[in-house]
């Protein structure tokens, strides 16, 4: 089942930190191919004791895939018992899993919207002011 309020669709990072905070997280980068990569979590629901595999599916965006500076935008969400390298063939319709997964992915969004911000406010340039401006000056920039 793909999970529609993922809010982490649409960020992008780079490879070498969504490597890391999906690692951290305890997914594994599965599927790759030329321009997608895929981060698969097994997830085992208490209730019913079946495995199912939340799967994160990227693009690159800019960059190689194989560079870790290669920007990756997260595309999709999905939560299956079964995964195989074309893809989760058989969805799961567990709520405990489905519970667990949005859990998971509020983790994940929440590394990376906070990283994210960070990263924007580095990029931004610093106002210069002169040592002789008055305060008024200083403010307006």
């Known amino acids: 089942m793909i999970i529609e309020d993922a809010r982490i669709v649409g960020i992008q990072c780079d490879l070498a930190y969504l490597d890391e905070v999906t690692e951290k997280l305890g997914f594994v980068r599965w599927q790759w191919e030329y321009t997608r990569a895929t981060y698969d979590c097994k997830m085992e629901a208490d209730a019913d004791r079946d495995a199912h595999y939340l799967r994160i599916s990227t693009r690159a965006v800019k960059g190689k895939l194989e560079s870790p ?3 990756l935008q997260i595309e ?3 939560m299956g018992k079964a995964t195989y390298l074309h893809g989760i063939v058989r969805y799961s319709d567990s709520r405990n899993a489905a519970g667990d997964s949005l859990k998971k992915l509020a ?4 590394k990376l919207k906070k990283d994210k911000l960070v990263e924007e406010a580095m990029r931004s340039e610093v106002p210069r002011i002169e040592p002789q401006a008055t305060l008024k000056e200083a403010l307006e920039k």
């Open 107 to 110: 983790e994940m969004y929440q």
């Open 69 to 71: 500076d290669a920007i």
């Open 76 to 78: 999709a969400a999905y």
